[in-house]
């Protein structure tokens, strides 16, 4: 394999969990009257870090969301995770194919550590990430799109951005891990290839990954 190290973003690509966090956050973003459509909110905020939230309605109403938005927003999302989440079908081979070429991999994810243990106990990728290849942006000032959590994620796992490749399925994350220098590779199942345009390469199936990154 070219890359020594393989960061994968979390959401929608370890864990199932978009279509359930975006439904969730289009509900109660309309119960708090700021209609949004369940197609509205991936396309706003997949793959970003909550704080986007709180600047997108912000800057188009000029109203802020109440103080306790953001826990009550994890509170519901924990707990449809806790009862519905699974991982994305197929991952596990990939993790077990990269634990078998001895090649590196951490996550670095847009959602909170929390967010990031309570996925994976329920789904039980626990069992293939050590705490320390788990980057969350509550370890970094910016979430993505800019670069700095894939760059954060590089220098703890002790590698050149150079060497390192993304997995993502978001614009903003394919945005931040080429602002790194990161070569990225853009999965389909849940966005249209053509938003996920500035990848390396695109894959609509995890059983394609391995053959991308070889």
């Not at 707990?79 to 081979?93: D, H, M, W």
């Not at 990225?184 to 053959?211: C, H, I, K, N, W």
Request: glycine share 8%.
């Amino acid at each position: 394999m070219r890359y020594e190290l393989v960061i994968f973003d979390n959401d929608g690509v370890l864990v199932d969990s978009e279509p359930i966090s975006n439904t969730i956050l289009a509900e109660y973003l309309t119960e708090l009257g700021h209609p949004t459509s369940y197609q509205e909110s991936l396309r706003d905020y997949m793959g970003a870090a909550v704080h986007r939230v709180h600047d997108l309605v912000e800057e188009r109403t000029g109203e802020k969301l109440p103080d306790d938005f953001d826990d009550t927003l994890h509170s519901r999302v924990f707990a449809a995770f806790r009862q519905e989440l699974e991982p994305v079908p197929g991952v596990e081979e990939v993790l077990a194919g990269l634990v078998a070429d001895g090649v590196a991999y951490c996550v670095a994810s847009s959602g909170s550590h929390e967010r990031i243990r309570v996925g994976h106990r329920k789904t039980g990728l626990d069992q293939w990430f050590e705490e320390d290849w788990i980057f969350s942006v509550d370890d970094v000032g910016r979430g993505k799109p800019a670069p700095d959590l894939f760059l954060y994620a590089a220098e703890r796992m002790g590698v050149a951005p150079e060497r390192c490749v993304v997995v993502e399925d978001s614009p903003l994350g394919v945005e931040a891990a080429r602002a790194a220098g990161m070569d990225v590779y853009g999965f389909t199942s849940m966005m249209p290839a053509d938003r996920l345009s500035g990848s390396t390469g695109v894959f609509s199936d995890m059983s394609q990954l391995r053959e991308k990154l070889a």
